[in-house]
T-cell receptor
Framework: ETGVTQTPRHLVMGMTNKKSLKCEQH?????MYWYKQSAKKPLELMFV???????ENNSVPSRFSPECPNSSHLFLHLHTLQPEDSALYLC??????????????FGEGSRLTVL | AQKVTQAQTEISVVEKEDVTLDCVYE???????LFWYKQPPSGELVFLIR??????QNEISGRYSWNFQKSTSSFNFTITASQVVDSAVYFC?????????????FGKGTHLIIQP
């Protein structure tokens, strides 16, 4: 079992749908992250949670709504998305935020296609 | 703001050849960490190495080696005697010391194709 598990691995949704991505980490880490990976662009940090508290929101549109009920689970709720939101969404965890040594443990990602 | 540039979008070599992936970074801070991550077709990024800004010693790990040069702000990655399993997208990244929630700044990645 991998340390960071993401479901679903693939998701196709219409622009009016509401769906959620789930991330679970089994590493006992306290920080969790959502990254967006689009073709030919650097990975974009979307949200950061530290001990279940959101510490970073990188100007992400409100159609993306994160939720972190505990240190092991992270969700990304999606609604009224646009085709340009199609991307690979990667979840990651790290032992802590401060200091952030940058060694992140990633899941395999959820490939999202918005029609 | 920090920036990481990986000028090579895609590299294709034949198995057993040596290959170097370039990484150039920009930061005004003097204390930072540099990273390389590997993203195989399965999708997850796998941590390969972390180097802090005060340690310019080159590092070798099996067929992998890293050349850190502060004078040119580069942190290049060389794979010796490449193998098909090395095929992946490789990302260079940077984080400031005490970067906190800002997280890593990634380059766009280099897609490495090793042909049998």
């Amino acid at each position: 079992e991998t340390g960071v598990t993401q479901t679903p691995r693939h998701l196709v949704m219409g622009m009016t749908n509401k769906k959620s991505l789930k991330c679970e980490q089994h590493l006992g880490h306290n920080a969790m992250y959502w990254y967006k990976q689009s073709a030919k662009k650097p990975l974009e940090l979307m949200f950061v949670y530290n001990f279940k508290e959101q510490t970073e929101n990188n100007s992400v549109p409100s159609r993306f709504s994160p939720e972190c009920p505990n240190s092991s689970h992270l969700f990304l709720h999606l609604h009224t998305l646009q085709p340009e939101d199609s991307a690979l969404y990667l979840c990651a965890s790290s032992p802590k935020i401060e200091p952030n040594t940058g060694e992140l443990f990633f899941g395999e990602g959820s490939r999202l296609t918005v029609l | 703001a920090q920036k990481v540039t990986q000028a090579q979008t895609e590299i294709s070599v034949v198995e057993k050849e040596d290959v170097t992936l370039d990484c150039v970074y920009e930061t005004r801070d003097t204390t930072y960490y540099l990273f390389w991550y590997k993203q195989p077709p399965s999708g997850e990024l796998v941590f390969l190495i972390r180097r802090n800004s005060f340690d310019e010693q080159n590092e070798i790990s099996g067929r992998y080696s890293w050349n850190f040069q502060k004078s040119t702000s580069s942190f290049n990655f060389t794979i010796t005697a490449s193998q098909v399993v090395d095929s992946a997208v490789y990302f260079c990244a940077l984080i400031l010391s005490g970067g906190g929630a800002d997280g890593l700044t990634f380059g766009k990645g280099t897609h490495l194709i090793i042909q049998p």
